[in-house]
């Protein structure tokens, strides 16, 4: 994301199981922290100079920044920084089929087709589609609408790079997906993944800004 990529200065090593809360860029504002399952903690604001309708994320494992992103009010992802593999990637202009939450939310259903440049990896094509379950669901006091979604990603010639199909949610209020449950298929295999949301935590709480996952860290993974 454009903006993210300033946030590559402090995308260093967090200490481990530090008291410190996570520091932001000057103009930046958080909002809300997510604790959730698989040792990640994720931290969602927004910053002076960007759109408003625009957001930013930082996600964090028990060994310091993962993700850095930035979404604009459709979901779309705009920028994106990737520590422990080091690329970025950011939106190219003019998608086939722009991803749209406002679509998703009207009519139960969103397909879209879009490509996102790097510098280290390349031109990736993303094509998929997400769909309301028609189900609700609370967690922490929160209602959120349950999504499937069937994503593939190929790269510029053409050839399949992963795909992956699951379960996420999405909140109609904070405009945006939180992540659920899901297999992910490479040309290694197959892994499931999942890291559905389990506390919601706002400014001025404990634990807000937190660099400190909390739940199912020291757990094996597949």
């Known amino acids: 994301m454009r903006a993210a990529l300033a946030l590559i200065c402090l995308a260093g090593p967090a200490a481990a199981q530090t008291d410190a809360p996570f520091s932001l860029p000057a103009g930046c504002t958080a909002f809300l922290t997510v604790q959730s399952e698989s040792c990640q903690v994720g931290h969602h604001f927004v910053c002076e100079g960007d759109p408003s309708d625009h957001q930013r994320r930082v ?15 459709e979901t779309q992802w705009l920028n994106s920084f990737h520590p422990l593999s080091g690329h970025s990637e950011t939106l190219e202009a003019d998608p086939v089929e722009p991803a749209s939450l406002s679509d998703l939310i009207e ?3 969103d397909d ?3 490509r996102t440049l790097s510098d280290e990896i390349g031109v990736t094509r993303y094509v998929g589609q997400d769909t309301l379950t028609g189900r609700q669901v609370t967690i922490d006091g929160v209602t959120l609408d349950e999504t499937t979604y069937d994503l593939i990603a190929f790269d ?9 199909k699951g379960r996420e949610f999405i909140s109609r209020n904070w405009r945006m997906f939180l992540s659920g449950t899901g297999v992910v298929t490479t040309p290694d295999g197959q892994f499931e993944r999942t890291n559905r949301p389990v506390e919601f935590i706002y400014p001025g709480e404990p634990g807000f800004l937190s660099q400190n996952p909390k739940h199912g860290c020291g757990l094996a993974i597949s």
């Open 112 to 114: 879209y087709d879009f």
């Open 107 to 109: 009519k139960g259903v």
């Open 59 to 73: 996600s964090l494992d028990e060994q310091g920044v993962t993700y850095v992103g930035e979404i604009d009010g």
């Open 156 to 164: 510029e010639a053409g050839n399949e790079l992963w795909s992956s």
